[in-house]
């Protein structure tokens, strides 16, 4: 789908939840590739009330830790990939900031 195709989409779906008697969509997170294309296009179909934070595809960061961890010794990239298995899979973003800071300290 072209961008201004994306953009079409999501703002009749928005405009259809609005016409249902829904409240104005809020958009808190948004998974994307990090591409400024895709945030622009949220932005500009949402309006600028949403504060939006992004948050980049597990595939992503997964695919771009093991392609970095690849010259590390096997425990310590394991290791790696763990504590980001383990940060992805926690209940709050304070247990995430928690974990995030004791695997720093170690």
Do not use: W
Request: aromatic share 10%.
């Amino acid at each position: 789908m072209m961008n201004n195709d994306f953009v079409d989409e999501l703002a009749k779906y928005i405009r259809g939840l609005e016409y249902n008697g829904n409240e104005a969509l809020k958009v808190h997170y948004m998974v994307g590739d990090a591409e400024e294309a895709q945030y622009n296009a949220i932005q500009s179909t949402l309006g600028s009330d949403n504060v939006l934070e992004i948050l980049i595809c597990y595939y992503h960061v997964v695919a771009n830790v093991m392609k970095r961890t690849k010259i590390m010794e096997p425990y310590f990239a394991n290791k790696v990939v763990s504590d980001i298995y383990d940060m992805h899979f926690s209940r709050s973003a304070h247990e995430c900031a928690t974990l995030a800071r004791a695997r720093v300290a170690e």
